[in-house]
């Protein structure tokens, strides 16, 4: 069995947080993921060379490399130890010297502000070179193994290749490119403030930008950048809350980072597409988040109701909450119950058409699929399928629970496995227009149906309406606040 001290560790106490998200001129600055791997990759996105200016942070030197291409691998990977045994996380004060720890911040929301609380997660001092010595270990002394962690690595040694040279650092490094850059594979431009970092076995690479810069990525991905002004800053909000709440969850803490930068945060693929609709909405909301008795608001959204939004309570079986309990988004549809199957079916009947809606929009409000009896069968596991029933609608129509039955019996409780198992469906609102050898829908709606409606959004400010007027009929009860940084 391999024991180390974790000397290098201490060397922690010296360094900056791992997570960087800071708060600097009552702005949020955050870290979000680009891309983590064994190796990484940065690229031009053009034939031109780009220049990163790269400092260790510790270090006054900045050092400026040229290249096309540069690859980025670990030189001492193999020689650290990455896997120990959390003890505790304290808050910074009462530490003692002599245990190994690694410094984070977490996030928190305390009497109607943000603020970041600064601790120490406290290892046992032994730790081990992969997993499985830790969990052999843990088993032989009786130490849950949910107590086992990846132990950041700090200030382990990078070489960055450009092809023509090489260049050696000491992790955590800050990175700036001002043209932008291409990351992984991923064909997206990315320019401004990075920060490389080693996290156990991997590399992270994330943008360090203010939660401003962050939110006008965000809006171009959720809503388009030719979208009205007033739809725009409606996103810009709901967008710029979301984002807080997914910090106080704090659940890329671990990873080392703040928020990811896919669909299970926000899609956020850089600034390129931006244009000045964009920074407009973005910079006339500014700092502008949702909240409710003091509390952030829960800002989900979604693509498109198709006629009413559903409550949060039932289409996460979580505990209601009062903004989040469904609105009416069309108002013909007002006077129809769409969780009962005749109004549903009433409903779902009736053609929706909207001249001034894009073509995408229009997509959304009526639609129809088909999917062979065989296949829908495949997806749920089982070898033939009889009859379909729908047990329970939320109030937007939205399926909810749903009965399969064939050589066995399959209960799907939720809108998101309903859509999936029928093959990527863009929602559960739907009804069953005919069940033979293929089982054709007819459906209204893209998304989970909860808080704000994007194509209800969009044809709101197409009429006028203003953005506060559009929070409040989607979030109705919240209230727009600016002050709630913690400097
Ligand atoms: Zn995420
Ligand atoms: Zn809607």
């Not at 024991?3 to 702005?27: Q, S, V, Y």
């Not at 779902?348 to 058409?353: A, E, H, K, Q, R």
């Not at 609102?429 to 409606?453: A, N």
């Amino acid at each position: 069995m391999q024991k180390k001290l974790l000397l290098w560790l201490l060397l922690a106490l010296l360094l900056l947080p791992l997570t960087a998200a800071e708060i600097k001129d009552n702005t949020l600055y955050l870290e979000v993921l680009l891309s983590e791997g064994k190796s990484l990759n940065i690229k031009s996105r053009d034939s031109n060379p780009a220049l990163l200016t790269i400092k260790e942070v510790n270090s006054p030197i900045e050092r400026q490399i040229q290249g096309n291409s540069f690859s980025i691998s670990f030189m001492n990977r193999d020689k650290l130890p990455f896997w120990g045994f959390l003890n505790c996380i304290e808050p910074i004060g009462i530490h003692t010297m002599d245990e190994e720890n690694v410094i984070r911040q977490t996030i928190v929301w305390e009497d109607g502000k943000l603020r970041l609380k600064n601790e120490r997660m406290v290892f046992e001092p032994i730790s081990f070179g992969n997993r499985d010595e830790a969990l052999l270990y843990a088993s032989e002394t009786g130490i849950p193994a949910q107590q086992i962690r990846a132990i950041p690595m700090i200030n382990a040694t990078v070489k960055i290749c450009t092809g023509a040279d090489d260049y050696y650092f000491e992790t955590p490094l800050h990175i700036k490119s001002e043209k932008d850059i291409q990351v992984g594979g991923l064909n997206l431009g990315f320019c401004g403030e990075f920060i490389l970092k080693a996290m156990g076995e991997k590399l992270v690479l994330t943008q360090y930008l203010s939660l401003e810069d962050y939110v006008g990525g965000v809006i171009q991905n959720e809503i388009g950048s030719s979208a009205p002004l007033e739809a725009l800053k409606t996103q810009a909000v709901a967008a710029r809350t979301h984002a807080i709440k997914l910090l106080l969850y704090n659940r890329h803490t671990p990873d080392g980072y703040d928020l990811c930068n896919g669909t299970h945060c926000q899609v956020y693929k850089g600034q390129y597409l931006s244009n000045a609709n964009i920074r407009t909405a973005v910079s006339e909301t500014a700092g502008e988040v949702l909240t409710l008795d003091g509390l952030i608001a829960d800002a989900t959204y979604h693509s498109s109701c198709g006629g009413k939004t559903d409550s949060s309570a039932n289409i996460w079986r979580s505990t209601p909450l009062d903004h989040l309990m469904g609105v009416t988004c069309i108002s013909d549809c007002d006077s129809l119950d769409l969780s009962t199957a005749s109004g549903a079916k009433a409903w779902l009947n009736t053609s929706l058409s909207d001249p001034e809606a894009s073509s995408w929009e229009r997509a959304t409000l009526n639609w129809s699929r088909q999917i062979s009896r065989s296949k829908l069968a495949k997806n749920l596991g089982l070898k033939s399928i009889s009859k379909i029933e729908v047990l329970k609608r939320g109030n937007s129509g939205r399926v909810i629970l749903m009965k399969i039955t064939g050589n066995k019996t399959v209960t799907l409780n939720s809108e998101y496995k309903i859509r999936q198992v029928f093959g990527n469906l863009p929602s559960s609102f739907f009804y069953i227009t005919s069940f033979g050898s293929t089982i054709s829908l007819k459906g209204k709606g893209s998304g989970h149906g909860v808080g704000m409606c994007q194509v209800g959004a969009l044809r709101l400010a197409r009429n006028g309406w203003q953005y506060p007027q559009i929070l409040e009929k989607y979030y109705p009860g919240t209230t727009i606040s600016r002050d709630w940084i913690e400097q």
